[in-house]
């Protein structure tokens, strides 16, 4: 097999070749290949990683490497998902055989259904390595990697962090320009991390591969948790809140969630075995998985300091980079999901200074609004929050004389809220903080403090 004729559906392995970290260099090389084919080779750079490494740290480093490759290593298997998997070079235990058949399974969820792909047993990761024995502390400095993506999201976890006087670092995967304005906005230390996937592996999408949605925080929290060990830190916190384990209800399909390396059952089985496997002291966590999606924009409308920097538009982000025209396009589900969310929260005239014009004024964004409120249509495969959400939101804004006139809340009173439970529209049950979470506890208590105030 070359380049030039990729044919997926005559593809049988995907080999998982060989991984390595040079000390010298803060450089992870991630190879794979397709059967005989030739290698697609990754790599991840961290920079300020130490040129040398004590035992113990070593033996971390070579596990957090090992579980980047095999995480990492969907955006390739997609491409054919052919029906064996191949490990060379080392062997794994059942436990990482379980885990990263959950990843690949639930991550390409979304993917496997546009695809028209069945992938119940086909996913199957060889274990033939004994039980791992239980990670050691390594004495980790508190310090947290705060993984900055350019959104309302991160933007609320920093400042939490910081007012919960938590020493961090922002920290991001890519050549963003967007997120470095964000983490030079914040004024915190900064870590930008190179990831070079294959480029063999855009020739291959251009031709017979498979194409869809992958599990991208899987693999930027194994990349972070990776740098967190080389640079001696602690902790690796994430943005994600408790709607993002909420995924769209599909016909016949059951339920498909685009978000689901966001929700909670993946925070939790990656965060258990990185404490079990890697470093006993290593805390990976989400600072908002107690709150909604509607009580992070609530916690954001606090704040202003990144109005001119922050998007949460997807159209921003690209795997072959960005060059948005506008931080917003106010076409796409997340900017419809985020200006409904903050309506409620700041004043119009702020809103619309932000994103440049009243998405809820124009008629022609009814389909869009029509699948965030759930109405004929299921919620868009986005990092959106529950349709509830989206419900209450617009029937907040129904209530208040500066928006319920606006063509999509006059629309949404006459024709849409008779059809729903009156007491399912209340806002403030889903402002509530708490449910399961892996913060620290010492440090929950302190931010706690400052969501609720």
């Known amino acids: 097999m070359t380049m030039q004729t990729f044919e997926r559906d005559n593809i049988q392995t995907f080999r998982f070749v060989r991984c390595g ?3 010298a260099t803060g450089v992870a090389q991630l190879v794979y290949a397709f059967d005989q084919g030739p290698e697609l080779i990754e790599t991840i750079t961290v920079p300020g990683a130490p040129f040398a490494l004590d035992a113990a740290r070593e033996q971390a480093v070579n596990r957090a490497v090992r579980l980047l490759h095999l995480i990492a290593g969907v955006s390739y298997y997609k491409a054919a998902v052919p029906p064996s998997i191949r ?4 062997d794994i235990d059942k436990a990482t055989a379980v885990l990263l058949e959950e990843i690949y399974f639930h991550g390409l969820a979304e993917f496997a259904y546009r695809n028209g792909l069945d992938l119940r047993g086909r996913i199957q990761f060889p274990a033939n390595a004994p039980e791992m024995a239980a990670a050691p502390p390594l004495g980790l400095r508190d310090h947290a990697l705060a993984a900055i993506g350019g959104g309302k999201d991160s933007l609320v976890t920093i400042e939490a962090l910081r007012a919960a006087g938590q020493a961090q670092t922002a920290t991001w995967v890519g050549g963003s320009q967007l997120i470095r304005a964000c983490a030079e906005c914040s004024g915190l230390p900064m870590l930008r991390i190179g990831r070079m996937l294959a480029p063999e592996l855009f020739e291959i999408n251009r031709q017979d591969a498979y194409n869809g949605h992958i599990p991208v925080t ?3 929290s194994s990349i972070l948790v990776l740098a967190a060990l080389l640079l001696d830190v602690d902790q690796v916190a994430f943005s994600n809140e408790r709607s993002a384990s909420s995924g769209s209800l599909v016909a016949d399909s059951g339920e498909v969630n685009h978000q689901w390396s966001k929700g ?5 089985d990656f965060g258990e075995y990185v404490e079990q496997r890697i470093a006993a002291d290593l805390r990976y966590y989400s600072l908002l ?3 909604s999606e509607l009580a992070v924009a609530r916690q954001f409308a606090r704040i202003d300091h990144y109005d001119a920097y922050f998007s949460s538009c997807n159209r921003n982000f690209h795997i072959l980079g960005e060059k948005p025209a506008q931080r917003w396009c106010g076409l796409c ?6 200006f409904l969310a903050l309506a409620p929260f700041m004043p ?8 440049g014009r009243n998405l809820l004024d124009d008629a022609e964004q009814t389909g869009g609004y029509d699948a ?8 868009p495969f986005e990092c959106v929050g529950e349709g509830r959400e989206s419900r209450a939101a617009m029937a907040t804004l129904a209530q208040h004389p500066e928006w319920r006139e606006d063509t999509l809340v006059a629309r949404f009173v006459r024709e849409i809220q008779p059809r729903l439970d009156p007491a399912g529209l209340a806002i403030e049950p889903l402002l509530r903080i708490g449910g399961e979470h892996r913060v620290p506890v010492a440090l929950w208590e302190r931010v706690r403090a400052n969501f609720a105030a």
């Open 372 to 379: 965030l409120l759930e109405y004929r249509e299921h919620k």
């Open 348 to 355: 119009k005239t702020r809103l619309m200074r932000i994103f």
């Open 333 to 338: 589900p997340k900017c419809h999901f985020v």
């Open 87 to 90: 490990i060379e070079g080392y």
């Open 264 to 268: 909670w059952a993946f925070e939790k």
């Open 21 to 23: 970290f040079d000390a």
């Open 218 to 220: 899987a693999i930027n």
């Open 289 to 291: 998985r107690p709150l």
